[in-house]
């Protein structure tokens, strides 16, 4: 089992910038892949921004040149850099670890993103 346990949530102005990281509980090895999905009201679960071990990213296109998705393969983080952030950013942001090779999936508490317009 891994815990995931995410930081760096709030309010902010559209057009400002929130930092979001998630550290796991134990050392996670290689062959996974690690980032952030976001959940709106009355709205599915949606893939953000995601990272591998060696550092292929995707992202969504609705925060492409906004959004930076980084890790730390020591220290078994990563982390969400937001920048020009809108309204429709507004979510609760969930960190994701998911281990390809076993099917295995973790899930964070989720962390909650308000931009205010």
């Known amino acids: 089992q891994v815990q995931l346990v995410e930081s760096g949530g709030g309010l902010v102005q559209a057009g400002g910038s929130l930092r979001l990281s998630c550290a796991a509980s134990?050392?996670?090895?290689?062959?996974?892949?690690m980032g952030w999905y976001r959940q709106a009201p009355g709205k599915e679960r949606e893939l953000v921004a995601t990272?591998?071990?060696?550092?292929?990213?995707n992202y969504a296109d609705s925060v492409k040149g906004r959004f930076t998705v980084s890790r730390d393969n020591v220290k078994n983080t990563v982390s969400l850099q937001m920048n020009s952030l809108k309204p429709e950013d507004t979510a609760v942001y969930y960190c994701?670890?998911?281990?390809?090779?076993?099917?295995?999936?973790?899930w964070g508490q989720g962390t909650q993103v308000t931009v205010s317009s």
């Open positions: 990272v591998t071990v060696g550092g292929t990213t």
């Open positions: 134990r050392n996670i090895g290689g062959r996974n892949t």
């Open positions: 994701s670890l998911r281990f390809p090779y076993t099917g295995d999936n973790y």
